[in-house]
């Protein structure tokens, strides 16, 4: 208890060095800790964007790629299916349901996907959570659309809105469909997934706005149909969709059904098992999650490393106190103890200081990146990895202590006694 | 009675410098209060390093108290020092950044022995009767460095006195005081030595306090590396 106090009330007669020291640790332990956190989420993240959807079907190309346009609004399609395709295989009798996608359009920056009802039936995201609407319904006509809740909040959308989509995927478009505006008929309850940074409008919807676009070229004047004469039609005839998701009716049949998906010949297609490429991504930037996380754990050594040079320096200028302290009685044990217990009280709170900075970030950054990155970091107390790490800065901050203590109680106690302050 | 102090061919030098202490003899009684004078540069503040353990002795054999100074590790004279002797420092040699309270405390703190000493009354409770002793008693809450030369003074004789050390060495502890003052500190040293029963090793180069003390030993007629 008096080595306690007496490292306290030292540590606290060197204020100004003491904050410093411990700054700079608990900085390093926010990187450390920031970085696995960020990490955890943004596979968190991704694992729970999707459930349950047994394969994912698109045309032939990289499997990351599918997963990445599909699923997470990333990169671009480069090419579509035929709609008689799709229907084929949504009848094959190993596949309970589909959730057809038609992509390639967006809304100031958002995507819109091409859909049907099925998508408001069928896809479940986090351990088997339904799509839910806050408000209106899913949209089923040519022209309704249904925002994500991002989408809605971010542009301040209501239901009866009306939004004209942009042809590509870019941030900025300069080919608008306006000539045939979409009304919202629903918003989505939000997700924290990237189904709520997507517009949602029906697949007839896509191919209505692309009629005379056969060629990729917008129609010439006097050849586009407008709202009307599309409204006026009897049936559209939908022509394509990007990609697909399945769900079996028995799970053992996916791997026997993919084989089947792959070798088909009527078209070059591919499925993906959404688990399966998720981890081959994981398995394609895990060096560089592997060097980040080394990065930051030098980043802790450093910090430690700052402390011990303050601790060691500062040892000339407290020989005296040192010295005084030994001759009223401090024994070697005391003297070592003092300054192993120095050294672990800056560790201890630059851990817990760096822990209290995670969070504070995470809570002032957390919408500003799920709206930037569309990644949603949870905030949750400290698990095992971040209490491990924060057990290995105070171990490290107790060996280190060891330095300036041996050294401390070496010093000659005349010579201490001698020093005049 | 018995020996506080046992001297006998003391060699002492720093480094490989010339001898500083070369003392065949000297002996203090128990409960003796010796004064111990001599010009500056005669070894006075290096002998009571000796007798403190907090100096080595290179040739010869020092008893504190019976205790053979060089038999004993370097850890094993620290705990000695913590716990029978008192040691009032020229400089005070405060801790700065603790209160007066804990200053004087600090001993007792640090030493089961001189703990033991306090007859049965806490170690607070102690350190505020010898502040009040000394009148510093509304002091001890204040950090001392805020007190003047003549509190620190007094907060370090309440330090070196608590728990009743059998050895008091005090290193020329008035030397910034008026005469006054001085006389008036040391009779409240005195008083507290002798309601310990605590041995006194003075150390000045005032003779005028020569007086005060029951025995006067001059550092140049014992130390012969004195030239």
């Known amino acids: 208890m008096l080595v306690f106090d007496l490292a306290l009330k030292s540590l606290r007669n060197r204020a100004f060095s003491t904050s410093l020291t411990v700054g700079s640790i608990a900085l390093s332990v926010a990187l450390l800790i920031g970085v696995e956190n960020v990490r955890v989420g943004m596979r968190e993240s991704f694992s729970n964007t999707i459930s349950q959807t047994d394969l994912i079907v698109g045309t032939k190309g990289g499997t990351i790629q599918l997963l990445l346009y599909s699923v997470f609004g990333m990169g671009s399609p480069t090419n579509n299916l035929s709609w008689d395709t799709y229907r084929e295989w949504a009848e094959h009798p190993a596949i309970e349901w589909t959730i057809p996608y038609g992509l390639g359009d967006s809304h100031r920056g958002f995507r819109v996907i091409g859909t049907n009802e099925d998508f408001y039936r069928h896809y479940r995201y986090r351990g088997g959570q339904e799509i839910t609407l806050a408000e209106g319904r899913g949209g089923s006509g040519v022209f309704d659309v249904t925002l994500g809740a991002d989408v809605a909040s971010e542009l301040g959308y209501g239901l009866g809105d009306e939004i004209a989509v942009t042809h590509g995927i870019g941030e900025v478009g300069f080919l608008n469909h306006d000539r045939m505006p979409f009304t919202v008929v629903g918003i989505l309850d939000k997700t924290f997934t990237p189904v709520d940074r997507a517009v949602y409008v029906t697949l007839e919807g896509i191919e209505a706005i692309h009629f005379g676009w056969e060629d990729g070229a917008p129609p010439m004047p006097g050849d586009e149909q407008t709202r009307a004469e599309v409204l006026a039609m009897d049936e559209i005839e939908i022509t394509q969709v990007t990609s697909f998701f399945v769900g079996t009716t028995n799970r053992r049949d996916v791997l026997r059904l993919q084989r089947e998906i792959n070798d088909y010949e009527g078209e070059p297609m591919m499925a993906v098992i959404p688990g399966l490429a998720l981890n081959e991504m994981w398995q394609g930037i895990g060096y560089a999650e592997t060097g980040l996380r080394l990065v930051t754990i030098f980043v802790v050594l450093v910090g430690l490393l700052g402390m011990l040079v303050s601790l060691y320096t500062s040892l000339n200028e407290r020989r005296r106190e040192m010295a005084i302290l030994r001759a009223v009685g401090a024994g070697p044990n005391r003297i070592v103890s003092l300054l192993v217990l120095e050294s672990v009280c800056l560790a201890a709170a630059g851990a817990i200081g760096g822990l209290a900075l995670v969070y504070v970030l995470l809570s002032a950054g957390q919408p500003v990146v799920e709206a930037q990155a569309g990644l949603f970091i949870p905030i949750r107390p400290p698990g095992s990895t971040e209490l491990l790490f924060l057990g290995a800065v105070v171990t490290a901050g107790f060996l280190m202590g060891f330095v300036p203590a041996l050294k401390a109680y070496r010093t000659a106690l005349h010579d201490g006694l001698a020093v005049r302050v | ?227």
């Open chain 2, 1 to 227: 009675m018995s020996l506080a102090i046992e001297i006998r061919r003391l060699r002492f030098r720093y480094g490989r410098g010339p001898w500083v202490l070369d003392i065949p003899e000297l002996t203090i009684e128990r409960g003796e209060r010796a004064f111990l004078f001599g010009p500056s540069g005669s070894g006075k503040t290096t002998l009571l390093g000796v007798l403190a353990g907090v100096l080595e002795a290179e040739e010869g054999e020092v008893r504190v108290l019976g205790e053979n100074l060089a038999s004993l590790s370097s850890a094993r004279r620290d705990a000695f020092r913590a716990e029978h002797i008192g040691y009032v420092f020229q400089m005070f040699n405060l801790i700065p950044y603790l209160s007066v309270l804990d200053n004087i405390t600090l001993p007792a703190r640090m030493d089961t022995g001189r703990r033991a000493r306090l007859d049965g009354a806490g170690i607070r409770k102690t350190a505020a009767l010898l502040a009040d002793h000394l009148q510093i008693g509304d002091l001890l809450k204040k950090p001392v460095t805020e007190l003047s030369v003549g509190q620190q003074q007094r907060v370090a004789a309440c330090r070196a006195l608590i728990g009743a050390p059998e050895l008091i060495v005090a290193d020329e502890p008035t030397s910034s005081l008026d005469f006054d003052r001085r006389e008036a500190f040391l009779e409240l040293l005195f008083r507290e030595c002798e309601r310990a029963g605590a041995t006194l090793v003075f150390v000045s180069h005032d003779r005028t306090l020569e007086g005060m003390f029951s025995r006067t030993i001059s550092l140049p007629d014992v130390n012969k590396a004195v030239l």
